[in-house]
């Protein structure tokens, strides 16, 4: 069984920013790709940025440029760093990781609150 724990999210005006924290705790498992998604009432939740084991990354239009996702592989950590945040930023964001523990489990976290304000 694998926890991923999320931190960070909070209320910030427009422009400003914050970092999202994402760790994975438990045993016997690796971790390929983790990443950020997030979801707002009525709505279907969205990529925001994955990052596979090897640093490789992809991030949705709406994001490219304003945020970073980062890992320490080490900590079993994922990092997300949002600038110039917009109003439409403003969501619950998810991280999940894709595991490995004998067979392929896709693990998601209980959601941190991301409010900007205008």
């Known amino acids: 069984q694998v926890q ?6 909070g ?6 920013s914050l970092r999202l924290s994402c760790a994975a705790s438990g045993s016997g498992f690796s971790i390929n790709a983790m990443g950020w998604y ?4 009525g ?15 992809n991030y949705a239009d ?7 996702i980062s890992r320490d592989n080490a900590k079993n950590t994922v990092y997300l760093q949002m600038n110039s945040l917009k ?6 964001y998810y991280c999940n990781a894709d595991t490995l523990q004998r067979v392929r489990i ?7 609150q991301v409010t900007v304000s205008s």
């Open 11 to 16: 209320l910030v005006q427009a422009g400003g």
């Open 4 to 9: 991923l724990v999320e931190s960070g999210g």
């Open 87 to 92: 109003p439409e930023d403003t969501a619950v």
């Open 43 to 57: 709505k279907q939740r969205e990529l925001v940025a994955t990052i596979t084991s090897v640093g490789s990354t």
């Open 62 to 68: 709406s994001v490219k440029a304003r945020f970073t």
């Open 38 to 41: 997030r979801q707002t009432p």
């Open 106 to 112: 896709l693990y998601w976290g209980q959601g941190t």
